[in-house]
């Protein structure tokens, strides 16, 4: 699945209940799955209900290429980005007509076929892709219900791009994916499935009006939609994004200037209303500086929610280049991320609950030089009214004791640490690795926060033989906590 392949890059850490068909959590330097902005082909995806991303709905097979930025980044994409932001594209096509077709088998009964298509003319380029795995999975949690807990994934997805002219391009993007997943939490002879759907359009017009002035705008709306089966639960979000970005480059400066528009809407019968929505209005304004050994960015944000009102978020970025391979960089940033629309107004939600903060400083070097590379980094990103869900009677104002919990703004975390990751080409063969050691705690009750290790690794090396690229790696994850006591 995809997050198979994220934790294979430094500072990222997975946990799911089962096979890659079942709900996934990703961990950017520790922080909560919420805490990841994440977009395809540009447009955010997101869950008002769960919070975050659905992982194991996201195709591998229809992803060209990955970008992860570790840190808060609010100050540039709102509300969410307090861990990192990933993004998340599909095929592109380019001159001439590449057919593709992929195939895989592996153990518990697992297959996967993908076919797709891809081409272009100076004016037209088009991709189309669809594929399917299946999987017989196995049992997950046998002491529950002792059957297999398989899963199937059928995708397609699409692009299409019309240049104007040498300054105007139009470009049209669409990704759908359904997964039917198996999981245990009936007794024996109940098959308990969960139901996901996510996709994704995207319209772009990217203008270069001048050699120093360009634009972009675009029109983007994702779908994230839950159910399980027998058991009677469904949840549906809607987010529709609109961005007015402009560029602007004189020489070594460049200057950015952003309006954007979110709206969220949520379906769920466990919310009151059962239907859900709210918008945020932000300008975003930025600097950035390439000159000699010095680069700079700087960044600022406003944010208007229609519950919150007005939220401000900036950054500062510095690198100097000491030689031409040995850089070092400092960074700092504040971010944010609104309540979901669930932890508002469902049965367990507490509707004065205000957004979770977080404040982030980073220093680091870098070496990049014939063939090798290292990189180490040092974090402390503090999150301020984190959300967390409090057991025992009472705990809810609106439950008056009626439900054994809620959500509250109750909790002070930290996560800091820091990563060291490197790569050597010897001969034919690139050797690669990294090494993760953080901790992860929830500062008001000193524990550390749950399902995440203080310790992870991994060690790579891959080569090339006669056309075959040939690899092979090793993961190290300390132990985790499955629970916020820590017992």
Known sequence: GLADLLVRAPGIAMTRNGGPGSNTSLYVRGAETRFTAVFVDGVR??????????WNALPLSQIDRIEILRGPAAAIYGSDAIGGVIQIFTRQGEAGFSPFVE??????????LALGLSGGTDTVDYSLGLSREISTGYNAQPTVNPDLDGYQNNSVSGRIGFKVNAAHRLEATFLRSEVDAG???????????????????GLNWTARWSDAYSSRVSIGQSGDRYETRPSVYLTDTNVTSYLFHNEYRMGAH????????REDKLSNASTTPSVTNRSQDALAVGYGLRQGAHTLQLNARHDQDSEFGSKLTGSAAYAYAVTPAWRVTASLGNAFRA????QRFSQYGLATLTPETAKNREIGVKYDAAGSSFSAVVYRNTVSDLINYVAGPGACANGAGKFPGCYGNTALAQYEGITLAASKRVGDVNFSGSVDLQNPRDLTKNKQLARRAKQQATLAADTQMSGWNLGAELQLTGERFNDAGNT
């Open 254 to 261: 460049t200057l950015t200037a952003d309006l954007e528009r």
């Open 45 to 54: 995806v997101d869950s008002q209900s769960t919070g975050g991303a659905s």
């Open 339 to 342: 309540p979901t629309l669930y």
């Open 103 to 112: 195939v895989g088998a592996g153990n518990h009964g697992t297959y996967k």
């Open 183 to 201: 999981y245990d939490t009936s007794p024996a002879g109940i098959d308990d499935h969960s139901l996901a759907r996510l996709q994704t359009v």
